[in-house]
């Protein structure tokens, strides 16, 4: 099953040209036969974070938002704080695996990362860390297997059509 994603990078200094961890994740989603219906880049301030989030969210034909930047310790890092104000539901789950597989590329430099994860009007929209190697950490680690329909035990794509139950 394709899953549907939009892709914002969170930069005050990145452009299209030099986004590496972007480009990484356009190819990684690409190589799993994805679709990457739209792809932003946004200065690290929240409410123009926020404003394309909520308009992600509304759109049905978009499963996933992945979002990279912005969720290290630094003023300007705001990323999780946005994804916050749009969140139905937390993922907490997320963050911790990806400290876990991130602890063994880093070390103990994995807890500067808040990596997270949250449901938002029936959609994941996961906080990834800037980095190239964080990226592919999360995509390799995580992302890759939970958004396959047939990896087992289960995964987050099986889950898309109970997201929305009241």
């Given at each position: 099953m394709?899953?549907?994603?939009?892709?914002?990078?969170?930069?005050?200094?990145?452009?299209?040209?030099?986004?590496?961890s972007g480009a990484i994740l356009v190819e990684k989603i690409k190589l799993a036969n994805h679709n990457l219906l739209d792809r932003k880049i946004c200065k690290d301030n929240k409410d123009d974070i926020v404003l394309i989030l909520k308009e992600w969210i509304k759109k049905d034909n978009i499963d996933v938002i992945i979002t990279t930047g912005g969720?290290?310790?630094?003023?300007?890092?705001?990323?999780?704080?946005?994804i916050d104000q749009i969140a139905d539901k937390q993922i907490p789950?997320?963050?911790?695996?990806?400290?876990?597989?991130?602890?063994?590329?880093?070390?103990?430099?994995?807890?500067?990362?808040?990596?997270?994860?949250?449901?938002?009007?029936?959609?994941?929209?996961?906080?990834?860390?800037?980095?190239?190697?964080?990226?592919?950490d999360a995509w390799d680690g995580i992302l890759k297997y939970q958004l396959d329909i047939n990896h087992k035990p289960c995964n987050f794509v099986e889950l898309f059509p109970r997201l929305k139950e009241k």
């Open positions: 394709k899953v549907n994603i939009a892709l914002l990078t969170v930069t005050d200094t990145r452009t299209f040209d030099n986004d590496k969720t290290g310790l630094t003023g300007r890092d705001i990323t999780p704080e946005a789950g997320f963050g911790e695996i990806f400290r876990n597989i991130s602890l063994k590329t880093v070390g103990t430099s994995a807890i500067q990362s808040r990596a997270s994860a949250v449901l938002a009007n029936g959609k994941y929209v996961f906080a990834l860390p800037g980095s190239s190697g964080g990226v592919t």
